[in-house]
């Protein structure tokens, strides 16, 4: 039997109370701790101005590291959050088997020590920041501002890691542009347990929006394909889920006011928690996602895994996920038309929707399985010891070190 490993994540967690932002992350979390693996969560906040430790419900440590944000963060590029984190992990990091990193969009992985001493560490890919940036077409907003210092962070991290999880083609090909020498282990994420438990009915008449205001989930494009569709078939409904901000939000309420657009057809429902969006499922014939561009979005794994047909932007990542006509219905970015046609397709043919999802379900409950997800993660972990361990004990002449994992 395998011994207990002693397990350091850098990752984002909200220090209030309440569902994470990032389901998949606490539902691993909560398996490795399960199978009684000692973890740990390491987060950055500038929401509090000292150290916190928690052990959560679930049996895994958090520990939330203050650092100054603001003009003062960024005036650092950055490095008040990374000299924070650094600080404790100069300290700390030896103490662990090895360091899992989160995303490479908050420079999490700049903060690593280095040294012999250090554990080696896995960097999972989540969102990249160097290729969303081009989407934003405000090259002097705050938010193209950070992101441009943040694509520096990333390449150089992914340049000087060895390990990673990836989850798609895509973001396969991202890290091996910048690091052919990559050693890359395809691993998805957990997502939550209602969605495998519920299976869609095919009787709504409602498309399914999960962006809010996010810019690059199109919520602009979505309301101009919504009213092709609603002229069509005035029975549609349009569901909005996910948080919609201050100006976001009065904007979307003005254009409610131009028809064929009303506050009947579209229904905004702000953030919801798993049970509530599975409800809403029941009102959908499809979940739409119209995204600029996107890695593996967790609201189209969701709904695949529930059995609710998607029509998907055929960008980033999303092809890994969709098999065109099987699992699912991939369209041109930015292509009204034919986005109003292909969900105008689906509407139609109850055939179709039923295809899509017998297909989609199946293949994505496979894809999304928790005991295979927990195990090839111990399974990468326990390999990366072993070969840092091998590498350490045995001294190289040679500068570049075989980091492939073995299959």
């Given amino acids: 039997m395998n011994a207990p490993l002693k397990i350091l994540w850098l990752a984002p967690y909200p220090i209030r109370q309440g569902e994470h932002p990032a389901p998949w992350l606490v539902s691993l979390a909560a398996a490795l701790a399960q199978e009684g693996h000692h973890l740990t969560i390491l987060t ?41 984190m650094a600080a404790y992990l100069q300290e700390h990091a030896a103490s662990y088997d090895i360091v899992h990193v989160h995303g490479t969009e908050l420079q999490l992985a700049s903060a690593l020590p280095g040294g ?10 989540q969102g990249i920041i160097s290729l969303y940036k081009h989407q934003l077409t405000n090259l002097f907003s705050k938010r193209y501002l950070y992101w441009s210092l943040s694509s520096l962070y990333e390449k150089q991290e992914i340049r000087r890691a ?23 282990t395809v691993c998805w994420e957990m997502l939550r347990p209602e969605f495998f438990r519920y299976h869609h009915p095919f009787t709504g008449k409602g498309i399914l929006f999960m962006g809010g205001d996010n810019p690059l989930k199109a919520l602009p494009v979505c309301l101009e394909v919504f009213s092709h569709l609603a002229v069509r078939h005035p029975d549609l409904r349009l569901h909005i889920v996910g948080s919609l901000h201050g100006d976001a939000y009065r904007q979307l309420l003005r254009k409610l006011d131009d028809r064929p657009l009303s506050r009947d057809n579209v229904v905004i429902h702000g953030a919801l928690d798993a049970p509530a969006i599975c409800r809403l499922y029941t009102e959908c014939f499809c979940l739409y996602h119209p995204s600029l561009i996107d890695n593996s979005p967790n609201s189209v794994c969701e709904a695949q895994v529930a059995g ?53 379900r199946e293949r994505a409950q496979q894809r999304h399985d928790k005991t295979a997800i927990l195990n090839k993660t111990l399974d990468t972990y326990r390999k990366i010891i072993a070969l840092s361990t091998t590498a350490t004990a045995i001294p190289t002449t040679s500068s570049h070190v075989n980091t492939q994992i073995p299959a």
């Fill in 44 to 84: 950055p906040s500038s929401r509090t101005d000292r150290m916190q430790r928690r052990l959560t419900e679930e049996g895994y440590q958090l520990i939330i590291i203050p650092y100054k944000g603001g003009i003062r963060h960024l005036l650092s590029g950055f490095r008040t959050q990374v000299n924070a």
């Fill in 116 to 125: 012999h001493r250090t554990p080696p560490h896995i960097i999972s890919i």
């Fill in 162 to 184: 060895n390990y990673f999880f990836c989850r798609t083609e895509w973001d396969q090909h991202f890290v091996r542009t910048i690091n052919p020498h990559a050693g890359i």
């Fill in 308 to 360: 609710l047909p998607v029509v998907a932007t055929k960008v980033g990542g999303v092809s890994s996920l969709i098999d065109d006509g099987r699992t699912g219905l991939l369209v041109r970015k930015n292509d009204v038309e034919g986005h109003a046609s292909t969900l105008d397709r689906l509407y139609r043919d109850s055939g179709l929707q039923r295809w899509i999802s017998r297909n989609s």
